[in-house]
């Protein structure tokens, strides 16, 4: 029995962490997912990159995803013919120095649906209004001369420039999007972190039996119970929850997740986890007793204790033979009754069972104190039942 009694509670420690890990999950599904590249520019998978005649308005996503996909420049054996028997050439996508030398204008892009030629750079930022960077340009006879200035013009500079700046930043993983996106991922850790010692804590509190709170609900004040004193404790050696109590008492956040709203949420949190673990272990024995008692509470409200007992069995993995047989008595939770007649607490156990998706078929015993309301054999609620 000590080796069987051992192993359950092991059991039960591993039930509880993974409770606490899906408490944390629930509580923050959103916050830590970040987008991928493919997941950020999937509106623009369908663009037609060679083709800036058909780019829609650039803005900034859109812009980052033309920088990273780099400019295309389209070489064709031989370009389009005008009515005027001129056409461009693959020979302008190079600048010829006075020495000779040839340097590549990477910023020259083609379009074949204009048939006409664009400034890369220009259009990205939408810097001066010219036929470059607008609707393109075709002006084969004169287009060597335009190239030229163009180039060689304050405005085209100052896009050329930007360019390879936002470029440089993309393939550091510096522009603002990334700089955002790093800092929501070490913002959302730290909220991550902080909760897990919340729930935690409260798991601590909970287990002892220890009450949360006292006369204050302000940290670093007389009286302010159980909870908000082991927070400042953990904030002295813990460097995370001192960076949380520095923003608080800064005045930086107001959502600091100590209020005693909280506390009662994540206790029902855990709370329904346990309880869903209880039923469904409950269920997989199908067959159960219960167990009830009523008493009054503090404020002289009378409350019914609901407690289920059942058998459950451990199989070994290899042979399929019964390795290991536990009692199990469970609470479930307390009921407030209004009226402590037979038939209507009879009537408030029904209904606590069709809550939890207990079928009462399954009841094979019932277990019940003294009192005639309840062990009643005419109109007792063990009768009743």
Not at 1 to 22: A, F, H, L, P, Y
Not at 87 to 99: A, C
Not at 199 to 214: C, D, H, P, Y
Not at 235 to 248: L, N
């Amino acid at each position: 029995m000590g080796e069987v009694n051992n192993k359950k509670k092991e059991r039960d420690n591993e039930s509880k962490e993974e409770i606490v890990i899906s408490a944390i999950s629930e509580e923050n599904t959103e916050n830590e997912k970040s987008c991928s590249d493919d997941e950020k520019y999937t509106n623009f998978k369908s663009l037609d990159l060679d083709d800036p005649n058909k780019w829609p308005s650039i803005d900034e996503k859109l812009r980052l995803y033309l920088i990273e996909c780099e400019p295309c420049q389209i070489n064709m054996e031989t370009f389009p013919i005008n009515t005027r028997g001129r056409s461009f050439s693959s020979f302008h996508y190079f600048r010829r120095l006075p020495n000779g030398e040839r340097i590549k204008r990477s910023w020259i892009i083609y379009s074949k649906s204009s048939d006409s030629v664009f400034c890369f750079c220009c259009k990205l930022f939408n810097i001066g209004v010219v036929s470059l960077t607008t609707n393109g340009n075709n002006d084969w006879k004169n287009i060597s001369n335009i190239l030229n200035r163009h180039e060689t013009s304050t405005s085209h500079k100052k896009a050329y420039q930007n360019w390879k700046e936002l470029e440089t930043r993309c393939k550091r993983g510096k522009t603002i999007d990334n700089i955002n996106e790093a800092n929501l991922k070490i913002e959302t850790e730290h909220w991550k972190n902080i909760l897990r010692r919340i729930i935690e804590l409260i798991k601590t509190l909970s287990s002892q039996n220890l009450a949360f709170r006292g006369k204050s609900d302000k940290l670093n004040s007389p009286n302010n119970g159980n909870f908000l004193k082991f927070i400042e404790f953990l904030s002295k050696f813990d460097p995370v929850m001192k960076e949380h109590i520095r923003r608080i008492s800064s005045q930086e956040i107001h959502c600091h997740y100590l209020g005693k709203d909280i506390q009662n949420e994540v206790i029902q949190l855990l709370a329904n986890k346990i309880r869903f673990r209880i039923i469904t272990a409950l269920k997989n024995v199908k067959y159960y007793s219960i167990i009830l008692d009523c008493t009054p509470d503090i404020n002289h409200t009378e409350q019914m204790t609901v407690i289920v007992r059942f058998v459950s069995t451990t199989e070994n993995e290899t042979t399929s033979k019964i390795e290991h047989v536990s009692i199990n008595e469970h609470f479930i939770g307390f009921i407030e009754l209004h009226n402590t007649t037979g038939l209507n607490m009879t009537e408030v156990i029904l209904q606590k069972l069709r809550e939890l998706d207990i079928s009462l078929d399954d009841m094979r015993g019932q277990g019940y104190d003294n009192g005639a309301n309840m062990r009643g054999y005419k109109n007792g609620v063990q009768a009743r039942i």
